[in-house]
């Protein structure tokens, strides 16, 4: 029997020895061919792979800002916060599906620069289609191609996004909820969409030298413009100013779900900006997106320092929402040149941009601008900065960085309150005074948050 036992174990590795020798001559022999046929569909699966995966990423940043803006607010109104961000990110998925993207990157060249097409929905290419349906002879034309159609609009929808989201928390807790819809979806489908056709779509401010790698100006300065205009129509919350003109304090109602906010939305980040390389089929893109994601997290870190360090000579103490802040507007800030290659930069760009939102935050608070979650200063100011940047750090044309600085701010600023207004005379913007005052979770969604607590209307200047 040990005699059997030996030979039987003696034939077994002379098996996979002969498995691996035939392995390794396979390999080495195969026709130079084969090596490009298998290249060229890997390429397009790491592509593809990548899209969807940093979408999914750039996707779960609609749950930091869920958790951002609930644990800001009131706990009186963190269920409407819940309801906005689902139904906003829902909103926007189907405009940019119907609408948004054609009008953003198909034949933009053919409308003078300024906008796509206007053909309703997307889907994906015929050979694509074709390939599902068992047509194997449409695999090297899909393959050709670099990507899934799909996988492309999935990671740019997720953008537009991200964008709406910006909004919600800057009008908390005062703005009803339909007309708030209603503007999302006006923003998704067609202004946000213009400003992408002008620039990312290979418009006139791409054509003028305008850069913009993952959205500073195109998605976060777009969303605080539109924010900017909402919050000037819709005006303050009830008691945030006292007659006598100084600010009531308005703090966070959860700083732990604030906190958790903003690590989703800086785990997220990753994928917005490593995602902006657009591709992962070399040797190249992947040392990109090592410099990209190190550089988005240098910027992150700088700007909770720098906005920890200025808030206590500029706000009397060392201020946590302050450097919550600081952590989003140092994202915001790299987000227009992460790809930059000397990484002291980053932390450059993202401290001047934590600096940047702390002093807006205490500007806007002096000119009666309420802004629940500092979404203004984070995504608009520090964006701006973050655009100009790339003229200092990347290489960037600073005339074409200004025109199209301007250019977007006009067109979106404008657009935005001319919108806002228009809501606002026929659906009306802003719940009732006695909707404020009760709270819109239980006036409006008959739905509490926090159904153990006892909440009572809060007395306000206009009560005496």
Known sequence: MVFTDVVVRHHRISVIAAVVFLTLVYFLVRPAVAHAATDGETT?????????????????????????????????????????????????????????????????????????????????????????????????????????????????????????????????????????????????????????????????????????????????????????????????RLGKY????????????????????????????????????????????AVAIGHVLVNTNLAAAGGVVAALIISRPLLGRTDLFAGLNGAIAGLVSITAGPDITQHYWAVIIGAIGGII?????????????????GAIPAHLFAGVWGTLAVAIAAGGDIVAQIVGILAIGAFVFITSLILWKVLDVVLSLRVSAQVERLGQDTAELGLEAYPEFVLMPEEHDEDD
């Open 242 to 285: 006292r007659k006598d003109g100084t600010t009531r304090p308005t703090p966070p109602s959860n700083v732990l779900l604030v906190t958790l906010g903003v690590f989703i939305l800086w785990l997220g980040w990753f994928g917005f900006n490593g995602g902006s390389q657009l591709a992962l089929g070399s040797a190249v893109d």
């Open 44 to 236: 397009f699966v790491l592509n593809t792979f990548a899209f969807l995966l940093w979408g999914v990423l750039v996707m779960w940043m609609a749950a930091g800002f869920t958790m951002l803006e609930a644990g800001a607010v009131r706990t009186k109104n963190a269920s409407m916060i819940c309801l906005k961000n689902i139904g906003l990110y829902s909103i926007a998925g189907l405009a940019y599906f119907f609408v948004g993207y054609n009008l953003m990157y198909v034949d933009v060249a053919n409308y003078g620069g300024f906008i796509g097409s206007f053909k309703l929905l997307y889907g994906p290419s015929p050979e694509e289609l074709a390939l599902l349906d068992g047509d194997q002879s449409a695999a090297a034309a899909v393959i050709e191609s670099g990507y899934s159609v799909m996988s492309d609009w999935f990671f740019q929808m997720v953008f537009v996004a991200t964008t709406a989201s910006i909004i919600s928390g800057a009008l908390a807790e005062r703005v009803k909820m339909w007309s708030f819809f209603v503007f999302i979806l006006i923003l998704t489908a067609i202004i946000y969409p213009v400003v992408g056709a002008w620039t990312w779509g290979g418009g006139w401010l791409s054509e003028m030298g305008f850069q913009d790698f993952a959205g500073s100006t195109i998605v976060h300065s777009t969303g605080g413009w539109a924010a900017l205009a909402g919050v000037l129509i819709v005006g303050p």
């Open 357 to 373: 939102c702390t002093l807006a935050l205490k500007l806007l608070e002096s000119v009666k601008v309420d802004d629940v979650v």
